[in-house]
């Protein structure tokens, strides 16, 4: 049987030339695989065009009746990665406890300064009575409020504390300053200036407050803090002094005297008030400055 000759017309007899065999025919296409499409009736093969690859395997295509993006079990499909937590979130159980426990800390610390500021500033009740001792105790020093809630008592005198001191010259003779209005000086500085130092608007103001508060009116100390405030206040009037060269060249300062003068603030000309409008000054008796002090240092 010639390789050819297929069913029953296949040609019997010896071999021989086959005239078929020079003539040009179709190239033979790839057995299709058993079961595929190419099985069917009245289906042709088409053999693979150039660019193609025939041993891809097609996507798995999804059983009947299970959406895609899920598996047959019905379980989600993974997803993209969560993101690493950050902050608090990130720390362990342990140190979570332990930033709650810092900021409650924190929370009960702040609630307890707002009460006791609230009761110090508060006018006088039945438990800033019973606990003023602790409540001052918590204000003072670093805490202190100088006002009071509801019941505002704005000032109505103005006070201008001056000093002159008594000076040793370098021939050996000794001579008074006249006084140097440093209230005055003060205000020079903060007048047109948007940020005012803490020191121009303050510091003399509260060294003369603390001097008045720990003295009686014949200006003795009262308590242990009477000679803190002494010196305080001495040695800001001899910091003022040197700053205005109040002692010349080679010149020492020996003493300071320091005063307050006192003058109401005239009322509005629609009220009918009258107040007396002389000055009022409280001068307060000669202090020796230590040597150290008048040449800058620290007595």
């Known amino acids: 049987m010639d390789a050819y000759d297929e069913g029953s017309d296949a040609r019997h007899g010896p071999p021989g030339p086959d005239p078929r065999r020079d003539l040009p025919g179709p190239a033979a296409a790839p057995a299709p695989a058993p079961g595929g499409p190419a099985d069917a009736p009245g289906r042709r093969t088409v053999p693979p065009g150039p660019g193609t690859r025939a041993d891809v395997p097609p996507a798995p295509s999804s059983p009947a009746g299970v959406p895609a993006g899920r ?16 902050g608090v979130a990130a ?12 900021l409650a800390v924190v929370a009960v610390g702040v609630c307890v300064h707002l009460g006791m500021t609230f009761l110090h500033v508060a006018p006088a009740n039945t438990v ?12 003072y020093p670093e805490f202190e409020q100088n006002w009071k809630l509801f019941a505002p008592n704005p000032l ?22 006249g006084w ?3 209230s005055a000086q003060d205000g020079r500085a903060i007048d047109g200036n948007p940020l005012p130092s803490h020191t121009q608007q303050n510091e003399l103001r509260r060294a003369w407050d603390f001097f008045v508060a720990t003295h009686d009116d014949d200006n003795r100390p009262v308590g242990l803090r009477g ?14 002094l040197d700053r205005a060269d109040a002692a010349g060249p080679g010149g ?5 005297q320091v005063r307050s ?26 202090w020796p400055v230590p040597e150290d002090e008048a040449r800058g240092g620290v007595g």
């Open 71 to 86: 598996s047959p079990a019905g379980t989600p499909a993974a997803g993209p990665p969560s993101e690493p937590r950050t």
């Open 252 to 256: 020492l300062v020996d003493r300071v």
């Open 180 to 182: 140097y209005d440093l």
């Open 128 to 139: 800033s009575k019973e606990h003023g001792e602790t409540i001052e105790n918590w204000i």
């Open 227 to 240: 000679a803190l405030s002494e010196t305080y206040l001495r040695r800001i009037t001899v910091l003022r």
């Open 91 to 102: 720390l362990s159980l342990r140190h979570r406890i332990g930033a709650a426990a810092a």
């Open 261 to 286: 003068r006192t003058t109401n603030v005239p009322p509005p000309e629609w009220s009918g008030e009258r107040i007396p409008t002389t000055p009022v000054y409280r001068t307060l008796p000669w």
């Open 156 to 177: 109505q005198q103005n006070i201008a504390v001056q000093v002159r001191a008594e000076i040793r010259t370098a021939d050996g003779g000794v001579r008074t300053t």
